[in-house]
């Protein structure tokens, strides 16, 4: 009983920060006004949801998390999964064990910390910028543009998660039965062939499960990767669904759209996430429970 008393406080700020909020919701049904709170706000049934769906940014707005959620999603599986069967040829391994370090190390650092790095390389007066002028091109504003933005990033988002995800793909690659590569070196096949007929078969189960997981998150494009380094001139092409309610709700004061906003990502999640886990029990046999 004792040590059950220990995870008292987690339970308590769980309860707190992570539950207690999700009472807020009914004032996606209310025309609240903070005044009033939620007991005496007027109930308006639908009224906010259809509100914020005419909105002219809307539209916009889910197209550009989808986008960019799905960008993420593709090159977070394909780079890691590139880099995982290239650091599996190394015969090196502290030569291997530093790559993977460095690869790794990304992984750990805040988007806060990150995001400062990134601003700060692609500036007009940045580093790269200054490579670019020197081989006497014009300097590109790369945070003032939609579709530099939205290359940016996915790129960064790669950068930072692909040493994660590789590690996952190397454990899965360490899993396949060594034999096979041996029998594949006595019938004369060469390291390419053995990735394509031995590796990439073996790692399939893998991918196909990390793939369909990924299916959840396809409305979570990085609220804070993007919160930090976007700017008005490029709403139009980074603004997301998690930005847009946050600027909607804060900015605006306009508490009630922006909860049905989050409402709405929260229903098509619930149902997308239930959809990637039967999915994945579905190919791979993966269950939770």
């Known amino acids: 009983m004792p040590l059950h008393l220990m995870l008292l406080p987690g339970v308590l700020v769980t309860l707190v920060y992570a539950y ?27 009224k906010n949801f259809k509100y914020v769906f005419n909105l002219p940014d809307f539209h916009q707005v889910m197209w ?15 780079v890691p999964l590139i880099l995982a069967l290239l650091l599996n040829e190394i015969t090196k391994k502290w030569f291997q064990r530093m790559i993977q370090t460095s690869i790794f190390l990304p992984f750990f650092l805040a988007w806060t910390v990150l995001g400062g ?12 910028n200054d490579i670019i002028s020197s081989f006497g091109l014009e300097p590109i504003m ?18 930072k998660g692909m040493g994660y995800n590789m590690i996952i793909f190397l454990a899965a690659i360490t899993g396949i ?32 499960l990390m793939s369909t997981l990924s ?18 001139t490029v709403y139009e092409g980074a603004d997301i669904i998690d930005t847009f309610t946050y600027r909607l709700g804060l900015f605006s004061q306009q508490f009630a759209p922006a909860a049905a906003v ?28």
């Open 177 to 208: 039965n060594a034999s096979l590569y041996e029998a594949a070196e006595v019938d004369g096949a060469g390291k390419w062939k053995q990735m394509i007929h031995i590796t990439l078969p073996g790692m399939t189960p893998i991918i196909i």
């Open 262 to 289: 989050g409402l709405f990502k929260s229903g098509i999640s619930v149902g997308l996430v239930s959809l990637s886990y039967y999915l994945a029990y579905k190919f791979s046999n993966y269950r939770i429970f």
């Open 20 to 46: 207690g909020p999700i009472l807020g919701v009914v004032m996606a049904f209310q025309k609240f006004e903070p005044v009033l709170g939620f007991f005496k706000s007027k109930w308006v049934g639908f």
């Open 64 to 78: 550009n998390t989808i986008l960019i959620s799905s960008l993420k999603i593709a090159f977070s599986l394909l």
């Open 215 to 232: 299916l959840g998150n396809i409305l979570n494009a990085g609220f804070d990767q993007i919160l930090i380094m976007y700017n008005p």
């Open 117 to 128: 790095v990134i601003l700060e390389l692609f500036s007009l007066r940045g580093p790269v």
């Open 142 to 159: 790369f945070m003032g543009s939609n579709n530099w933005f939205r290359a940016i990033m996915v790129g960064s988002d790669v950068w």
